[in-house]
């Protein structure tokens, strides 16, 4: 099976008259990524029926583009936000960057950042250098004057690194053709195939009870195989299973989280997933061998971030009179706008099981069956750093 997930997360930086909890030593990746969880939660929050899927680590990845330019109490707060340490955080943005792009991940995870800015608009040197140097960013110039013009070529760029799954990103109507001055933009490109291959002929129609409690008829994967699967609880004592599902190479997963009571709303437990979740759940799982069913899946969503941001602490970024990026521009500026895009894809593709796993499959055991029939949460996640790539909840697949 393969599953293929986009994202592009946007800021839109306008000018204006500015003024001027984890488990010990958490990795740069888990730390940005429990920003983008948080989001996540703040959105899903406000759409618990739908189906939703963002990038915890493209959330994080389009601060720390801001986070060079920033000063002041707009710096102090998305530092606070992504819980950086104040003393040289780039060089582990850097490191990450590369961790997470590197041949070793055989193509799974593609990054591409840009910076384009209006013609003639004193961008800072060094913030520019510090963003090509840590992130790769490309930097590009644009008349914001034509933004129908503007629009065309940031899509295109757009739609070239997610290798067309997400051709229009940037509406003309987004941009003021007076006073818009830089877009930032992230994008993740990732493809995995699954480390246990499901066959297509093993895919028949099977009930799946949505968030609203309708049955549907969805063609549901199956296949035999050994997976790391797990149960924990909530604080709050609610219980909920986790089956982990790895890519080939093993360098990333997709975690899959059903909460155990049919009656427990997905929306109960979801709230309680953070990076520290995710890492206390490793001495739980156990690799057993089960008959697994899951639904192929599709999901697209679109994600205004303002709000979910605020809430979150980061106010003053978007506040004309508040916003602190003197080192971005001599020009006062702040943000307008700031979403994000992803979709994901899931089937049967893959590659065939590995020798040991095959051999395990010959055990005498009596397998279960774990049925994924109703809505569930799923994580993508890098495992050498603990990134939480993409996160998603699905109602009806």
């Given at each position: 099976?393969?599953?293929?997930?986009?994202?592009?997360?946007?800021?839109?930086?306008?000018?204006?008259?500015?003024?001027?909890?984890?488990?010990?030593?958490?990795?740069?990746?888990?730390?940005?990524?429990?920003?983008?969880?948080?989001?996540?939660?703040?959105?899903?929050?406000?759409?618990?029926?739908?189906?939703?899927?963002?990038?915890?680590?493209?959330?994080?990845?389009?601060?720390?583009?801001?986070?060079?330019?920033?000063?002041?109490?707009?710096?102090?707060?998305?530092?606070?936000?992504?819980?950086?340490?104040?003393?040289?955080?780039?060089?582990?943005?850097?490191?990450?960057?590369?961790?997470?792009?590197?041949?070793?991940?055989q193509g799974q995870v593609l990054i591409a950042?840009?910076?384009?800015?209006?013609?003639?608009?004193?961008?800072?040197?060094?913030?520019?250098?510090?963003?090509?140097?840590?992130?790769?960013?490309?930097?590009?110039?644009?008349?914001?004057?034509?933004?129908?013009?503007?629009?065309?070529?940031?899509?295109?760029?757009?739609?070239?690194?997610?290798?067309?799954?997400?051709?229009?990103?940037?509406?003309?109507?987004?941009?003021?053709?007076?006073?818009?001055?830089?877009?930032?933009?992230?994008?993740?490109?990732?493809?995995?195939?699954?480390?246990?291959?499901?066959?297509?002929?093993?895919?028949?129609?099977?009930?799946?009870?949505?968030?609203?409690?309708?049955?549907?008829?969805?063609?549901?994967?199956?296949?035999?195989?050994?997976?790391?699967?797990?149960?924990a609880s909530t604080p709050q004592g609610l219980?909920?299973?986790?089956?982990?599902?790895?890519?080939?190479?093993?360098?990333?997963?997709?975690?899959?989280?059903?909460?155990?009571?049919?009656?427990?709303?997905?929306?109960?437990?979801?709230?309680?997933?953070?990076?520290?979740?995710?890492?206390?759940?490793?001495?739980?799982?156990?690799?057993?061998?089960?008959?697994?069913?899951?639904?192929?899946?599709?999901?697209?969503?679109?994600?205004?971030?303002?709000?979910?941001?605020?809430?979150?602490?980061?106010?003053?970024?978007?506040?004309?009179?508040?916003?602190?990026?003197?080192?971005?521009?001599?020009?006062?500026?702040?943000?307008?706008?700031?979403?994000?895009?992803?979709?994901?894809?899931?089937?049967?593709?893959?590659?065939?099981?590995?020798?040991?796993?095959?051999?395990?499959?010959?055990?005498?055991?009596?397998?279960?069956?774990?049925?994924?029939?109703?809505?569930?949460?799923?994580?993508?996640?890098?495992?050498?750093?603990?990134?939480?790539?993409?996160?998603?909840?699905?109602?009806?697949?």
């Amino acid at each position: 099976m393969w599953a293929c997930s986009v994202l592009f997360s946007l800021l839109l930086v306008t000018l204006g008259v500015s003024k001027g909890a984890l488990s010990l030593a958490p990795t740069y990746g888990e730390r940005g990524s429990d920003l983008g969880l948080r989001v996540f939660q703040q959105v899903a929050r406000a759409r618990p029926q739908e189906n939703l899927v963002l990038s915890p680590h493209g959330v994080a990845s389009i601060l720390g583009m801001l986070l060079p330019g920033a000063d002041g109490e707009t710096r102090r707060q998305i530092f606070t936000a992504l819980r950086y340490k104040k003393n040289g955080p780039y060089k582990m943005l850097k490191k990450l960057h590369k961790t997470l792009t590197a041949r070793s991940n055989q193509g799974q995870v593609l990054i591409a950042n840009a910076l384009f800015s209006q013609r003639d608009f004193p961008m800072d040197q060094g913030f520019m250098a510090t963003n090509k140097a840590n992130f790769q960013c490309e930097n590009g110039t644009v008349d914001f004057s034509n933004p129908q013009a503007a629009a065309d070529r940031i899509n295109g760029w757009v739609n070239n690194k997610t290798k067309g799954h997400i051709p229009s990103l940037v509406k003309p109507d987004m941009l003021d053709p007076a006073l818009t001055r830089l877009l930032a933009v992230n994008s993740i490109y990732f493809k995995g195939m699954w480390k246990s291959r499901f066959q297509p002929g093993d895919t028949k129609m099977r009930s799946f009870s949505g968030g609203d409690g309708t049955a549907h008829k969805v063609p549901m994967m199956s296949q035999l195989s050994v997976y790391p699967i797990g149960q924990a609880s909530t604080p709050q004592g609610l219980k909920y299973k986790v089956v982990e599902l790895p890519y080939h190479g093993n360098t990333a997963s997709m975690l899959i989280v059903l909460p155990t009571e049919e009656d427990t709303p997905l929306s109960e437990v979801i709230p309680h997933i953070s990076t520290a979740t995710v890492q206390s759940w490793a001495p739980l799982m156990h690799q057993r061998k089960v008959h697994l069913f899951i639904p192929k899946f599709t999901a697209e969503a679109e994600v205004d971030l303002k709000a979910p941001f605020s809430a979150l602490g980061l106010t003053d970024m978007f506040a004309d009179g508040k916003a602190d990026f003197r080192h971005l521009s001599s020009e006062p500026v702040h943000v307008s706008a700031a979403l994000q895009k992803a979709k994901i894809e899931v089937n049967e593709d893959g590659t065939k099981a590995s020798a040991a796993t095959t051999a395990i499959l010959l055990a005498r055991s009596s397998p279960p069956w774990v049925i994924i029939d109703r809505p569930f949460l799923f994580l993508v996640r890098h495992n050498p750093t603990g990134t939480i790539l993409f996160a998603g909840q699905i109602n009806q697949p």
